[in-house]
C-alpha cells in the first residue's frame, strides 16, 4: 500500500507486469475513489465552470463528459479534470492530491445560489479499462454508449452513473456507485471477468498504462509553472468562448509559442528514466523527464520529458541521466501506444 | 548448509563453507514490485562488506544493492539477464543474486528469520 493523497492505494494487487496486461489484451478493473468528486448545481453552474476552466463545455451538453483543465490568472495549471454533464448538474472530478485546494479554489469563485458539493465520500468511482471492457461489463442501459458518453445504467443490478472514459488509452467505463454499493459491484465485475482474465489492477499499471496512452499526470509532468500549451494540451484552451481565468495569459502564451514542451523518449531495457532525470543533447541541458518506468507491454522502458521547444524532434537521439551515468535515448512519437480508446469512439476529442 | 540470515538493507546471505549465497529478501522484493533489470558486478570483483555492488530497478524505482559480507564474487546468477522476474517469484531460490567467497569473518549484525520478521513487518 502506498499513500496516495491521503489515500491508502495498492502499487499492486499480485504483479504490476500482470495487471498492465490484462488492462491492454482484456480489462482491468481500478479503484479510483481516491479521485475528488464535487457536485455543482444550480443556474448558474454552466457559466460559472465555464469561467473556471479553459475547455468550452457549451460544445458538448448534457449526457456528455469533457476532458478540462484549471488554471490560474497566470495560465499556470491548477488541475486537470473531467466533466461530467448529467441530467440535474455537473460532476467534477479532480486528482486526488488537488482536491482541498481545487475545493476551495471554486468555492472562492462560486456566485451566490450555487451548489456545490464534495461528494467524493458517498460516491465511489471504479474503473473498467481494456479492449473488451464493453463485453465485459455486466450492465445494461448503456448500449451505444458513445466514448466521452455519459448516462445513468445499471451495472451488476446497481444504479449507477456510468461513463466511457478512462486514462488507460483503452477502450472502457468509470462507474460511479454509491459508496455502500461499491464493494458489490467491484467482486460482482471480478467474478464475472475473471475467467476471461479482467484482473484487479493498481497503481503501477495505471501509471504504466497511462505513460504508455502519453496521458499526463499532474504533480509530475506539469503543475502550476506549466502552461497548457508547454503540456501538449493546447486543445483544451478554447480562447474563442467568453471570459474565464487564465484566458489573457494563455492568448499571449498562445502568440508568443511555448518556450518547452512534452516529447517521448525510448531508452534500452534497464535504462529507466525517473522523474526529474536531466535531458541533453550535443552536450547541452535541455529539459528534464517528467514521467518514467519500464513499459511491460512495449518492452523497453518509456518517458516523458519536458525540454526547450525544437530542440529536439522525432527520430533524434538524446541523453539521458539514468543512474548517475548518460544513457542513450530514442525520441519518439506520442503516444507510445495507442489502444482500444478511439477505435471504440463514435465522437471526436472533445 | 547454515540457516539463511538476513540484513538490515534486506539482503539475505546463506553460507557454506566460504562460499556465500546472497539475495533480497521476500520482504525486499515485495516492497520492490514487480523487478525489471539488474546491474550486477563481473565475477572476480572483491567487494568491502557494506559496499554498494549493484542496482536492482524496479517499475517503481532504483536500489541499490550492498554486499552482507566482505569477498570476492565467484558467480553471478545469469538467469536474472532474460527474466529479472525471478527475483519477485523465488526471491530465497531461482532469484538468488550472487555468490561471493568468503575473505574474512562472517558479520556480527545479521539476524536470523525471526528477528527478520520483527525487524521488517513494522515498515510494511
Known amino acids: 500500500m502506498v499513500d496516495f ?17 490484462a488492462v491492454r489484451h482484456v480489462a482491468g478493473l481500478f479503484d ?54 448529467g441530467d440535474d448538474g455537473f460532476l467534477v472530478v479532480v486528482n486526488a492530491a488537488n482536491r482541498e485546494r481545487d ?10 445560489g450555487l ?19 464493453e463485453e465485459l461489463l455486466p450492465a445494461t442501459g448503456l448500449d451505444d454508449l458513445p466514448y466521452f458518453g455519459f448516462r445513468p445504467g445499471r451495472v451488476a443490478g446497481t ?40 484482473l484487479p489492477a493498481g497503481l503501477g499499471a495505471r501509471d504504466a498504462t497511462r505513460l504508455e496512452a502519453a496521458l499526463r499526470l499532474y504533480g509530475s509532468d506539469m503543475d502550476e509553472s506549466v502552461n497548457p500549451y508547454e503540456a501538449g494540451l493546447g486543445w483544451t484552451v478554447r480562447l474563442d468562448k467568453d471570459a474565464f481565468i ?25 535504462d529507466i528514466a525517473r522523474h526529474r532525470a536531466a535531458v541533453s543533447s550535443q552536450g547541452r541541458r535541455i529539459g528534464a523527464v517528467t514521467s518514467g518506468t519500464h ?29 548517475g551515468r548518460e544513457a542513450s535515448a530514442e525520441v519518439v512519437q506520442l503516444p507510445f501506444y495507442r489502444g482500444s480508446a478511439r477505435s471504440a469512439a463514435t465522437a471526436a476529442k472533445t | 548448509m547454515a540457516g539463511r540470515l538476513y540484513t538490515k538493507t534486506h539482503e539475505w546471505l546463506s553460507a557454506d563453507g566460504k562460499s556465500v549465497t546472497v539475495g533480497i529478501t521476500d520482504f525486499a522484493q515485495a516492497q520492490l514490485g514487480d523487478v525489471v533489470f539488474l546491474e550486477l558486478p563481473n565475477p572476480g ?10 542496482v536492482v530497478e524496479s517499475v517503481k524505482a532504483a536500489s541499490d544493492l550492498y554486499a552482507p559480507v566482505a569477498g570476492r564474487v565467484t558467480e553471478v546468477n545469469d538467469k536474472l539477464a532474460a527474466k529479472p522476474e525471478l527475483i519477485n517469484s523465488d526471491p530465497y531460490g531461482d532469484g538468488w543474486i550472487l555468490k561471493l567467497e568468503l575473505s574474512g569473518e562472517m558479520p556480527k549484525d545479521t539476524m536470523d528469520e525471526a528477528a527478520y520478521k520483527a525487524f521488517a513487518e513494522p515498515q510494511a
Open chain 1, 246 to 270: 487564465g484566458r489573457e495569459a494563455l492568448a499571449r502564451t498562445k502568440q508568443e509559442g511555448p518556450k518547452r514542451t512534452l516529447v517521448g523518449l525510448k531508452t534500452a531495457p534497464g
Open chain 1, 159 to 198: 444504479s449507477a452513473l456510468v461513463s466511457r472514459t478512462g486514462y488507460t488509452g483503452e477502450d472502457g467505463f468509470e462507474i460511479f456507485v454509491e459508496a455502500g454499493r461499491v464493494g458489490q459491484v467491484w467482486d460482482s465485475i471480478l467474478d464475472g471477468g475473471r475467467r476471461d482474465g479482467v
Open chain 1, 32 to 85: 479510483i475513489s481516491h479521485m475528488g468528486r464535487f457536485k455543482v448545481t444550480g443556474d448558474g453552474a454552466l457559466d460559472f465552470l465555464q469561467g473556471l476552466l479553459t475547455n468550452d463545455i457549451s460544445r458538448i451538453g448534457p449526457g456528455r463528459a469533457q476532458y478540462n483543465l484549471m488554471c490560474n490568472e497566470q495560465g499556470g495549471i491548477i488541475d486537470d479534470l473531467v466533466v461530467y454533464w
Open chain 2, 45 to 54: 570483483r572483491k567487494l568491502e562488506a557494506g559496499e554498494s555492488f549493484g
Open chain 1, 295 to 323: 513499459s511491460f507491454f512495449l518492452g523497453y522502458p518509456i518517458a516523458l520529458a519536458m525540454v526547450e521547444v525544437a530542440s529536439l524532434r522525432v527520430g533524434d537521439t538524446a541523453a539521458v541521466d539514468v543512474r
Open chain 1, 103 to 112: 475545493f476551495e479554489w471554486m468555492r472562492g469563485h462560486a456566485p451566490a
Open chain 1, 5 to 21: 493523497g491521503g489515500w491508502e492505494l495498492p502499487q499492486q494487487y499480485t504483479s504490476i507486469r500482470d495487471e498492465h496486461l
Open chain 1, 115 to 133: 451548489g456545490l458539493e464534495d461528494r467524493t465520500s458517498e460516491l465511489a468511482l471504479i474503473a473498467l479499462q481494456g479492449p473488451r471492457a
